[in-house]
T-cell receptor
Framework: EAQVTQNPRYLITVTGKKLTVTCSQNMNHEYMSWYRQDPGLGLRQIYYSMNVEVTDKGDVPEGYKVSRKEKRNFPLILESPSPNQTSLYFC???????????FGEGSWLTVV | KQEVTQIPAALSVPEGENLVLNCSFTDSAIYNLQWFRQDPGKGLTSLLLIQSSQREQTSGRLNASLDKSSGRSTLYIAASQPGDSATYLCAVRPNDYKLSFGAGTTVTVRA
């Protein structure tokens, strides 16, 4: 079954404590991306990757880092989380050239 | 910059009525357009993908049309059911590396 798996699904953390949200896909997709969803702002792209070791900024990359060392994994790193990063985060993947994009179940992150 | 608009923002209909959800976008240079469903607190489920060269796609009770030249897509859901209650998101893929989302239409189907 095609899957994009994110962990953790729910997390409450404190300001400044580094955290990583993992994302893994089992479809051998080249493209992976992170989005955040906020009320009134919709879904906004944070970072994306077109293949291993190829990453680039999306619309709202400040405060985030990513890496793509393996094709299946694309972790999102918050080096020093702040309350304005409280949000619902989604990982997505697809093949290239206009294929269907698949989303993970989402990770609820609260920074206090 | 691609702007995607969905109207109406919310819709409430009695069970059995057909649903019509609208999506408009500003730049017609797109790879494809995808419709998603999102249940409260859940992830996005892909419903239909329409490539830029296609005019429509159908899956069961769902039909989506695409008029690229006018920057519009419409999602039709026939004979709505309470289980269709959700937020429906339209997303345009202008290139290989991102989606531009609309704000969504929240649908309530009353039993």
């Amino acid at each position: 079954e095609a899957q994009v798996t994110q962990n953790p699904r729910y997390l409450i953390t404190v300001t400044g404590k580094k955290l990583t949200v993992t994302c893994s896909q089992n479809m051998n997709h080249e493209y992976m991306s992170w989005y955040r969803q906020d009320p009134g702002l919709g879904l906004r792209q944070i970072y994306y990757s077109m293949n291993v070791e190829v990453t680039d900024k999306g619309d709202v990359p400040e405060g985030y880092k990513v890496s793509r060392k393996e094709k299946r994994n694309f972790p999102l790193i918050l080096e020093s989380p702040s309350p304005n990063q409280t949000s619902l985060y989604f990982c997505a993947s697809s093949g290239l050239s206009g294929n269907t994009i698949y989303f993970g179940e989402g990770s609820w992150l609260t920074v206090v | 910059k691609q702007e995607v608009t969905q109207i109406p923002a919310a819709l409430s209909v009695p069970e059995g009525e057909n649903l019509v959800l609208n999506c408009s976008f500003t730049d017609s240079a797109i790879y494809n357009l995808q419709w998603f469903r999102q249940d409260p607190g859940k992830g996005l489920t892909s419903l239909l993908l329409i490539q830029s060269s296609q005019r429509e796609q159908t899956s069961g009770r769902l039909n989506a049309s695409l008029d690229k030249s006018s920057g519009r897509s419409t999602l039709y859901i026939a004979a709505s059911q309470p289980g269709d209650s959700a937020t429906y998101l339209c997303a345009v893929r202008p290139n290989d590396y991102k989606l531009s989302f609309g704000a969504g239409t929240t649908v309530t189907v009353r039993a």
